[in-house]
């Protein structure tokens, strides 16, 4: 885990320098497992955010308010009940642990000073925030209730006194001797097991940076002198977070494949590290939940595409009806009727044909249910090809919105997508509540936030998010002399060139060109076909889907994708 018994500790000495005697203002809790406390201190207002989340448990100072519910739930309330104006008196961490305890001071109903100790217990999926009276011993409330159910050995619940967790017989990190070090790594096969295994407050990937130092326990005492001074780094792959510390970590520093971001202070890290991977990982999720929605969808169009070319196929050989309706009245007086089939002489070329009865019904009749059939067909024929290309226009929507949501990178683009699915009657509408998160509410239309380059030459390109933002940008916000692009026969963006009514150049074109081969399906090849044309010569047909446009007048360049620096 990144948030360690090492972080804790260098993020304890960092909050007691920032809010130790500050004053407790405001207590928000944004969301079921966080918190937000913001303190007045001599360094000016202060925001502690702390998270119980079993992906993004921490601690840190923030310079961001997320969203709140106009509603709060019962621990905040409890908590401005108990907290208001409260006084931060000191903040420790408990033996080396990935416990960090908040001691205040305040007053109870009958104006007597009383002492509270709000403990932010750092550990994944167990971790949670409680509220204890020190004179007590007990749990006030806590942000996650643990009854007998779930855990036998420690119950979290009101009124019951607090227990730390079980503790694991390692020697905290700051009590480590030279000789320990020597101890623990006497197995040279797992070094770094015995050192996680024995030593308190490090986590495997500062285990292993320990156990590969040439110094191992110089290693070890300039990590403990990072507590007070920290050096924080953010470690990336492929731009995504994947670790963070106080200190470098070998299994990242000596991997290519990963680079590191430094921050002024360790809650900076912590915050980047925090929102960037919650972010990210929103983002992988939502978005796989709307490809499995949009798939289903196009594997049902795709089915009645099948169904649709089979009846098609059917009703194309519908003129054998006709021409029995028409041999069977020429040669009504050599059928009887009882016949269950004629043979008959074709007068269009002289062949024999055999016409299959119904022996129910006389000749005449056989003949007017052939010229039903043939007038069936050929209405058939013409709404079953009406349906075709309905489905097919709705694939060719539904294929775009998906390739969106392959290349969404934020919350925001894939909720516009959800909206925009759902206003097509794709998605079920969700019950919203007041705050825009449950029943009750109306969500408002999101101003349209287009992707915005720079090319060399100063011109400016604008690429749309979604088949919202592409209208938007075609038919709103383009002037009718601007360049529209698109790439050719393969679902991507909408991409605009403003000109600012001059003649575009053709480096512009191109760049523009690479940008729309960029924002496409085809991102991953080479040489991808993108047509161009002036904005006024791209129309929206009547009842089209949202994105769907058509154009005249365009020429078309090949590029590679790319982006201007």
């Avoid at 100790?117 to 994944?124: A, F, Q």
């Avoid at 694991?168 to 000789?179: A, G, H, I, R, W």
């Amino acid at each position: 885990m990144s948030y360690d018994g090492v972080v804790t500790c260098a993020m304890t000495q960092e909050l007691k320098k920032e809010l130790t005697l500050g004053k407790i203002e405001k207590i928000y809790q944004p969301e079921p497992d966080q918190l937000l406390l913001s303190v007045h201190t001599a360094h000016g207002r202060r925001k502690l955010f702390i998270s119980a989340s079993g992906n993004h448990s921490a601690v840190y100072l923030t310079e961001h308010s997320p969203e709140n519910p106009v509603q709060p739930p019962l621990f905040c309330m409890v908590l401005r009940k108990h907290l208001g104006a409260a006084r931060i008196q000191s903040i420790s961490q408990h033996s080396c642990d990935r416990i960090i305890e908040i001691d205040l001071e305040t007053v109870d109903e009958l104006g007597f000073n009383v002492n509270k100790r709000l403990i932010c217990e750092i550990m994944g999926k167990h971790s949670n925030v409680l509220l204890v009276d020190l004179g007590t011993g007990k749990i006030i409330e806590s942000i996650k209730h643990v009854g007998i159910d779930v855990n036998r050995a420690r119950q979290i619940l009101p009124g019951k006194l607090y227990e730390y967790p079980p503790g694991q017989e390692k020697k905290p990190f700051t009590d480590v001797s030279e000789e320990d070090i020597r101890n623990l790594m006497v197995n040279q096969l797992q070094p770094e097991r015995n050192l996680l295994a024995g030593i308190q407050g490090v986590s495997p990937a500062l285990a292993q940076s320990i156990a590969s130092a040439p110094e191992p326990y110089a290693f070890l005492a300039a990590m403990r002198s990072a507590t007070d001074n920290p050096a924080p780094r953010v470690y990336l792959k492929d731009g995504k977070p994947a670790d963070f510390h106080i200190v470098p970590l070998t299994a990242y520093e000596s991997d290519d494949s990963y680079e590191s971001k430094t921050f002024a202070t360790l809650s900076q890290a912590a915050e980047y590290f925090f929102v960037n991977r919650e972010s990210s990982n929103t983002v992988r999720q939502r978005a796989g939940d709307l490809s499995r929605v949009i798939k289903a969808h196009l594997d049902k169009l795709r089915l009645k595409v099948q169904r649709l070319n089979e009846d098609l196929a059917k009703a194309a050989d519908s003129d054998k009806y006709r021409l029995y309706g028409e041999l069977l009245n020429a040669s009504l007086h050599l059928v009887r009727q009882g016949d269950k089939k004629a043979v008959v002489t074709s007068y269009y070329d002289g062949s024999q044909v055999e016409i299959p009865l119904d022996p129910r019904y006389s000749p005449a009749r056989n003949a007017q249910n052939y010229f039903k059939k043939y007038s069936k067909s050929r209405t058939a024929l013409k709404e079953k090809q009406i349906q075709l290309d309905e489905t097919m226009a709705e694939i060719d929507y539904l294929e775009s919105v998906y390739a969106y949501t392959e290349r969404a990178g934020t919350v925001e683009e894939i909720d516009l997508l959800r909206a925009e699915l759902t206003e097509g009657g794709y998605i079920r509408q969700r019950k919203r509540r007041a705050d825009g998160k449950g029943k009750g509410g109306k969500s408002r239309a999101a101003k349209p936030k287009p992707h915005e380059y720079t090319l060399p030459s100063g011109k400016t390109v604008l690429v749309g998010r979604n088949n919202k933002e592409n209208d938007f940008l075609t038919f709103k916000k383009a002037s009718s002399t601007d360049i529209w692009l698109h790439t050719k026969d393969i679902p991507g963006s909408h991409v605009i060139l403003l000109t600012e009514g001059q003649a575009p150049a053709e480096e512009d074109l191109r760049w523009a060109a690479r940008i729309a081969a960029h924002h496409s399906k085809a991102a991953g090849s080479a040489n991808v076909p993108v047509d161009y044309t002036k904005v006024k010569y791209v129309k929206k047909p009547s009842g089209a889907k949202p994105g769907y446009v058509i154009f005249t007048h365009n020429r078309t360049l090949y590029e590679d994708p790319g982006l201007p620096e």
